[in-house]
């Protein structure tokens, strides 16, 4: 169980600083008004996704990652 636990631990933390360095890649775009077509967690196809005016958001299934899709 403790085993189970650590894994979740480090993928959560890990989840969590694909999140924050793609959102500076978002964050200095935008600054610099480019368009941001597509902002992504994971690779491959979306388990979910929304569209907010130009930008396409998704979570996609393979985690180890992110990217940012600018015009």
Request: some cysteine; glycine content about 14%.
């Given at each position: 169980?403790?085993?189970l636990?650590?894994?979740?631990?480090?993928?959560?933390?890990?989840?969590?600083?694909?999140?924050?360095?793609?959102?500076?890649?978002?964050?200095?775009?935008?600054?610099?008004?480019i368009?941001?077509?597509r902002?992504?967690?994971?690779?491959?196809?979306?388990?979910?996704?929304?569209?907010?005016?130009?930008?396409?958001?998704?979570?996609?299934?393979?985690p180890?990652?992110?990217?940012?899709?600018?015009?």
């Amino acid at each position: 169980m403790d085993i189970l636990r650590g894994v979740a631990g480090i993928g959560f933390c890990l989840g969590v600083a694909i999140l924050v360095h793609e959102f500076g890649h978002f964050i200095l775009a935008k600054l610099f008004r480019i368009e941001v077509l597509r902002f992504s967690i994971g690779f491959g196809r979306f388990i979910f996704k929304w569209r907010r005016k130009e930008t396409e958001y998704g979570v996609a299934w393979f985690p180890l990652g992110g990217y940012v899709l600018m015009k």
